[in-house]
């Protein structure tokens, strides 16, 4: 069984920076794509930022230029670090990771809050 669990969120003001963590654990061969989504009050569910196992990565148009995400494959764990933000970055983050251990895994965290106050 495969589980991942999300720290870092919690209240900020507009500008102010804040940084998820996100850690696999179980029994893991491989983690291919980590991901990063949100989801604020009354939207839906949209992606953010992703990160391949190369290390390629790709964003939202709405956060490129403020948010990074990184990875530590020797820690299973994904990160995102978000600069400048807004009040319209309010929202429960979630991570999604894809991978394999004696089979292929795709898990969700149960999610993080994030705050910006204006």
């Known amino acids: 069984q495969v589980q991942v669990v999300e720290s870092g969120g919690g209240l900020v003001q507009t500008g102010g920076s804040l940084r998820l963590s996100c850690a696999a654990s179980?029994?893991?061969?491989?983690?291919?794509?980590m991901e990063w989504y949100r989801q604020a009050p009354g939207k839906q569910r949209e992606s953010v930022a992703i990160?391949?196992?190369?290390?390629?990565?790709n964003y939202a148009d709405s956060v490129k230029g403020r948010f990074t995400i990184s990875r530590d494959n020797a820690k299973n764990t994904v990160y995102l670090q978000m600069n400048s933000l807004k009040p319209e970055d309010t929202a429960v983050y979630y991570c999604?990771?894809?991978?394999?251990?004696?089979?292929?895994?795709?898990?969700w965290g149960q999610g993080t809050l994030v705050t910006v106050s204006s």
């Open positions: 999604h990771v894809k991978g394999y251990s004696s089979w292929f895994f795709d898990v």
């Open positions: 179980g029994s893991i061969t491989t983690v291919n794509v």
């Open positions: 990160i391949s196992s190369d290390g390629s990565t």
